[in-house]
Nanobody
């Protein structure tokens, strides 16, 4: 059974940092891509960052220079280091992983709240 478990969310002041972790289990091979999405109240879920098997990355403009996505292919784990957090980063953050030929899987979400 495939399972993605996120951790690391919480409450921080503006300018603070958090590190999110998403550990995937149920597959012995590495995910094709691993991503972080977020959804703020009343807004649609949006892609924050994505990393491919070879390490290529993409970020939405609003987090460039502040957030860093990384992955451990052996552990099938993806990380999101978030620095310089702003109140507008407040959202539930979800990880998503895609395995070739097996489809996509989502985590349950972790709340990130940034106070001004």
């Amino acid at each position: 059974q495939v399972q993605l478990v996120e951790s690391g969310g919480g409450l921080v002041h503006s300018g603070g940092s958090l590190r999110l972790t998403c550990a995937a289990s149920g597959f012995t091979r590495s995910a094709y891509s691993m991503s972080w999405y977020r959804q703020a109240p009343g807004k649609e879920r949006e892609l924050v960052a994505r990393i491919g098997t070879g390490g290529s990355t993409i970020y939405i403009d609003s987090v460039k220079g502040r957030f860093t996505i990384a992955r451990d292919n052996v552990k099938n784990t993806v990380y999101l280091q978030m620095n310089g957090l702003k109140p507008e980063d407040t959202a539930v953050y979800y990880c998503r992983s895609v395995w070739t030929g097996a489809g996509e899987y989502w985590g349950q979400g972790t709340q990130v709240t940034v106070s001004s």
